[in-house]
């Protein structure tokens, strides 16, 4: 069964940090890009992040550019985002979805395959 599987998420304050995994499993992800994208409550979901097949390219959302790294191991086909700085409107719940092509695009109707997600709350 291919899935992904997210993790890491959880409560934090205004001002932390949290990491959250994407980890893939039933198939090689390694030649795919992979993306990060959130959904707040009573929201539509949102693009957070993308990157390559490789790792060499991404791409952010303009509201979480600076704060958000997204980043991959190919070798354990996880992919990471590291959220800094996190903000009240960061609270969603965050999905990781792999990609159709090598590079990743900022729409979800370029990705295949979702995650069931993982809570992301920023509350004081």
């Known amino acids: 069964q291919v899935q992904l599987v997210e993790s890491g998420g959880g409560t934090v304050q205004p001002g932390e940090s949290l990491r959250l995994s994407c980890v893939g499993s039933g198939r090689t992800f390694n030649n795919l890009s992979m993306g990060w994208f959130r959904q707040a409550q009573g929201k539509e979901r949102e693009f957070v992040a993308t990157?390559?097949?490789?790792?060499?390219?991404?791409d952010y959302a303009d509201n979480v550019k600076g704060r958000f790294t997204v980043s991959r191991d190919n070798g354990k086909n996880t992919m990471y985002l590291e959220m800094n700085a996190l903000k009240p409107e960061d609270t969603a719940v965050y999905y990781c979805a792999l990609g159709q092509l090598g590079l990743g695009y900022p729409d979800g109707k370029y990705y295949q395959l979702w995650g069931q997600g993982t809570q992301v709350t920023v509350s004081t």
């Open positions: 990157i390559s097949w490789d790792g060499g390219t991404t």
